[in-house]
């Protein structure tokens, strides 16, 4: 399966749950592609000890999966890509809407 998710939020708990997921998926042989939208941009700076998403978005790239972090979000911010996510546009946003089997909203 191909699966898009979507993160708009800047809550720790809720992307260490959405990075959890994708990185099942990816054990499971799915094909997993993020895209970080609005606050979601802001994931690396929420880790904690309690909810490591860094280590999470690393595990999800080393397996394979794609993080795509929206370019104007991180500009509004004044914050830049990571080696981890790919500076993208709209464009990649639709390419992952369009393409993937199903698509989750976080």
């Known amino acids: 399966m191909k699966l898009g998710i979507i993160i708009y939020s800047n809550d720790a708990e ?3 749950n ?13 094909a997993v592609k993020i895209f970080l ?10 880790d ?11 595990e999800c790239t080393a397996k394979g999966g794609e ?3 929206c370019g104007t ?4 911010r004044k914050k830049n890509p990571s080696d981890i996510c ?5 464009k990649d946003l639709y390419e992952i ?3 993937c089997e199903r698509i989750l909203s976080f």
């Open 14 to 16: 809720t992307v260490w």
């Open 18 to 30: 959405a990075f959890r997921l994708a990185n099942y998926a990816l054990q499971q042989r799915d």
């Open 37 to 46: 939208l609005g606050k979601g941009v802001e994931c690396e700076a929420l």
């Open 48 to 58: 904690t000890k309690q909810f490591p998403i860094t280590q999470e978005m690393k």
């Open 67 to 69: 993080i795509f972090a």
């Open 73 to 76: 979000c991180l500009k509004m």
């Open 86 to 90: 790919f500076f993208s546009s709209m």
């Open 97 to 99: 809407v369009h393409h």
